[in-house]
Nanobody, 126 residues
Framework: QVQLVESGGGSVQSGGSLRLSCTASGFTDTSYCMAWFRQGPGKEREGVAVINSRGSTLYAVSVKGRFTISVDNAKNTLYLQMNTLKPEDTAMYYC????????????????????WGQGTQVTVSS
């Protein structure tokens, strides 16, 4: 059974950086769709960045140019490098995965059918 465990969250000042990790266990598939989502205080959950097993990526407009999603297949780990953090980036960050996706990799696919981690908190102070 696949399990996802996030780590790397914390508190940082505006303009700082953090790198989130999401380690997958029980995961041997070479075909996948994986993403980072976040839910800020009083806000709905939103997709941040998504990546498929071909390496194609897509970012939310609010983080494009500041965040980078990547995967280390040898370590079964998904990363989110977050630079130039802003107070509005404060949220609980979750990773999600769908194995052997039969449709286009997207935030909607993962919202509907993804496996989710427990989340890691990111707090950005001004």
């Amino acid at each position: 059974q696949v399990q996802l465990v996030e780590s790397g969250g914390g508190s940082v000042q505006s303009g700082g950086s953090l790198r989130l990790s999401c380690t997958a266990s029980g995961f041997t598939d070479t075909s996948y769709c994986m993403a980072w989502f976040r839910q800020g205080p009083g806000k709905e959950r939103e997709g941040v960045a998504v990546i498929n097993s071909r390496g194609s990526t897509l970012y939310a407009v609010s983080v494009k140019g500041r965040f980078t999603i990547s995967v280390d297949n040898a370590k079964n780990t998904l990363y989110l490098q977050m630079n130039t953090l802003k107070p509005e980036d404060t949220a609980m960050y979750y990773c999600a995965a769908e194995l052997r996706p039969s449709v286009v990799c997207s935030f909607d696919l993962l919202e509907a059918r993804g496996i989710w981690g427990q989340g890691t908190q990111v707090t950005v102070s001004s």
